[in-house]
């Protein structure tokens, strides 16, 4: 099973939460044709979420490959209470910071080996990453990674894949009360971070 590099697929707008639903119940009968036909539908919207979430299209493939693979691993688990393209982005979330752990534990062993690397420059972005936008998603990605995983977990859902409150809750397995807490306070860490703030004062229109 893998993921397609140009699956074509019907417009967004013609893919309706009945269609998917129809595949899923189907995957979930033991069935990888009907698995693979419902995250075609929903991959170029996952892709876009894993390009956000990576901020590099060779890293994002890998993290959709990984998502997919873990997907199908737990379908099972999936019980329609929440939209499956929600369910799918809170796996995305936890493999992508399962991965960014690990990374960085072995960065810290290889710091501990070579420490005379302590002083290497750090890696200056290329020229395709200078346009605003690119400029904006790495400094959301830096700030949200200084956020507790619980708090930015419920930032990317509620923001960066369109999910309800409840939806929310339902991923997480805990209150609406408790996911509104946690956007708060993650939003309160965000709008005290130094980094963003100087981001918005050179480009003032911008919004969270």
Same mark, same amino acid.
């Given at each position: 099973?893998?993921?397609?590099?140009?699956?074509?697929?019907?417009?967004?707008?013609?893919?309706?939460?009945?269609?998917?639903?129809?595949?899923?119940?189907?995957?979930?009968?033991?069935?990888?044709?009907?698995?693979?036909?419902?995250?075609?539908?929903?991959?170029?919207?996952?892709?876009?979420?894993?390009?956000?979430?990576?901020?590099?299209?060779?890293?994002?493939?890998?993290?959709?490959?990984?998502?997919?693979?873990?997907?199908?691993?737990?379908?099972?688990?999936?019980? =329609?209470? !929440?939209?499956?393209?929600?369910?799918?982005? *809170?796996?995305?979330?936890? #493999?992508?910071?399962?991965? %960014?752990? @690990? $990374?960085?534990?072995?960065?810290?062993?290889?710091?501990?080996?070579?420490?005379?690397?302590?002083?290497?420059?750090?890696?200056?972005?290329?020229?395709?990453?200078?346009?605003?936008?690119?400029?904006?998603?790495?400094?959301?990605?830096?700030?949200?990674?200084?956020?507790?995983?619980?708090?930015?977990?419920?930032?990317?859902?509620?923001?960066?894949?369109?999910?309800?409150?409840? =939806?929310? !809750?339902?991923?997480?397995?805990?209150?609406? *009360?408790?996911?509104?807490? #946690?956007?708060?306070?993650? %939003?309160? @860490? $965000?709008?005290?971070?130094?980094?963003?703030?100087?981001?918005?004062?050179?480009?003032?229109?911008?919004?969270?």
């Amino acid at each position: 099973m893998r993921v397609l590099n140009e699956p074509r697929v019907e417009s967004e707008t013609e893919i309706s939460e009945k269609e998917i639903s129809d595949f899923v119940l189907q995957a979930q009968g033991n069935d990888p044709e009907a698995f693979a036909r419902a995250f075609c539908l929903l991959q170029p919207r996952l892709l876009r979420q894993a390009l956000f979430l990576a901020g590099d299209e060779h890293r994002a493939l890998d993290l959709l490959q990984d998502t997919m693979l873990e997907t199908w691993k737990h379908l099972q688990r999936f019980d =329609g209470r !929440a939209r499956f393209f929600t369910w799918i982005c *809170g796996i995305m979330v936890h #493999r992508h910071y399962d991965w %960014l752990r @690990r $990374l960085r534990i072995r960065a810290a062993h290889l710091f501990e080996e070579e420490s005379r690397l302590e002083s290497e420059p750090e890696h200056q972005p290329g020229p395709s990453e200078t346009s605003d936008h690119l400029d904006r998603a790495r400094v959301m990605r830096e700030c949200l990674d200084q956020l507790p995983s619980k708090q930015r977990a419920v930032v990317y859902l509620r923001f960066y894949a369109g999910e309800s409150l409840e =939806g929310i !809750a339902l991923i997480n397995q805990c209150s609406v *009360g408790t996911v509104k807490s #946690r956007l708060f306070h993650a %939003l309160e @860490r $965000l709008a005290k971070m130094q980094k963003l703030k100087e981001f918005q004062s050179e480009a003032p229109r911008s919004k969270i």
